[in-house]
């Protein structure tokens, strides 16, 4: 098992930024592929960014490319998700995730999942 936490969401304004942040106390996590996911109510769970286990290599959703950036620092066992120019419709709950596969686009090659954090965009 590998427990995943997330931190950092919350409610911000249209145009705004927010950092959010996923860690684990073990196992290390250079060990896996990291992406992050959301889910707005009513919607199924949908790829947001994902980054391989050295973090030089990342992948977005289009609707995200250009506004959020992930990135990780495996001494600290922390990825990050950062996010700016926030927009209403980004408004759902985050999760990271982790997986063996390397980084991948769907929710179903991901084996440990956090328990997510809200985000809430205000036009």
């Known amino acids: 098992q590998v427990p995943l936490v997330e931190s950092g969401g919350g409610l911000v304004q249209a145009g705004g930024s927010l950092r959010l942040s996923c860690t684990a106390s073990?196992?290390?996590?250079?060990?896996?592929?990291m992406g992050w996911f959301r889910q707005a109510p009513g919607k199924e769970r949908e790829f947001v960014a994902a980054v391989n286990w050295s973090g030089g290599s990342t992948y977005y959703a289009d609707s995200v490319k250009v506004r959020f950036t992930i990135s990780r620092d495996n001494p600290k066992n922390t990825v990050y998700l950062q996010m700016n120019s926030l927009k209403p419709e980004d408004t759902a709950v985050y999760y990271c995730?982790?997986?063996?596969?390397?980084?991948?686009?769907?929710?179903?090659?991901?084996?440990?999942w956090g328990q997510g954090t809200q985000v809430t965009v205000s036009s």
């Open positions: 995730a982790a997986s063996n596969l390397g980084p991948q686009r769907v929710w179903y090659e991901y084996d440990y």
């Open positions: 073990r196992p290390t996590l250079s060990r896996y592929a």
